[in-house]
């Protein structure tokens, strides 16, 4: 535990507006994740970081922005664009690459719509 | 395409017995093979990966190439092994992510 935290552990939203998930990892990992966990379909990549002010999208990256200004934090925005927001979201970090990388992963934040 | 399928999503044994959670990858390369797995009111975690050949809790997990197949397997089931399982694969480049399946939920019956 600790390492990888991650605020709140509940969020609202009311329609269209924009809210922002934090993680914040001490571990001195240059990558970091956000995954978005549905029922049914475990794991879907949202965002990725590798690196300092550097990101890609993942396989869902529709209605959602986030920014890496810090080595220490990775916050997404939920924008009012994303119409099927309510989920639970995983941040993550990782050290090394390849065959060598290990995920670790914060406590999540449910988001749900009101 | 690189994808990978946990084709249960719910496996329930009883205690005791032999347990086998399975996963089938597609992937061109050479892919490194993990099963990260989530109990109740914890965080998704680690439990093993293919390269280091290791027993975690009892459970192991061998890479067929020939079967595209990363199976877990454990052969007797304990109730504290109740959770969530995800299969994951990581692409072997400079830029790799790891790529989850959709999870299978184990449990364990008394």
């Known amino acids: 535990d600790g390492g990888i935290t991650q605020s709140p552990k509940y969020l609202f939203r009311k329609e269209g507006q924009n809210v922002t998930l934090s993680c914040e990892q001490n571990?001195?990992?240059?990558?970091m994740y956000w995954y978005r966990q549905d029922p049914g379909q475990g794991l879907r990549l949202i965002y990725y970081s590798q690196i300092v002010n550097d990101f890609q999208k993942g396989d869902i990256a529709e209605g959602y922005s986030v920014s890496r200004e810090k080595k220490e934090s990775f916050p997404l925005t939920v924008t009012s664009a994303q119409k099927n927001p309510t989920a639970f979201y995983l941040c993550?970090?990782?050290?090394?690459?390849?065959?060598?990388?290990?995920?670790?992963f914060g406590p999540g934040t449910r988001l749900l719509v009101l | 395409a690189q994808r990978v399928t946990q084709p249960e999503k719910l496996l329930s044994v009883f205690k005791g017995a032999p347990v086998e959670l399975k996963c089938n990858y597609s992937?061109?390369?050479?892919?490194?093979l993990f099963w990260y797995v989530q109990y109740s009111r914890q965080r998704l975690q680690l439990l093993l990966r293919?390269?280091s050949r290791e027993s975690i809790k009892g459970f192991t997990a061998d890479l067929n190439k020939g079967e595209t197949s990363f199976h877990l397997k454990k052969p007797f089931a304990q109730e504290e092994d109740s959770a969530m399982y995800y299969c994951a694969l990581s692409r072997y480049s400079s830029a790799s992510k790891i790529i989850f399946g959709s999870g299978t939920r184990l449990s364990i019956r008394p």
């Open positions: 993550a970090s990782s050290i090394g690459s390849g065959i060598r990388e290990t995920q670790y």
């Open positions: 992937y061109s390369g050479s892919p490194e």
């Open positions: 293919h390269i």
């Open positions: 571990l001195n990992h240059d990558a």
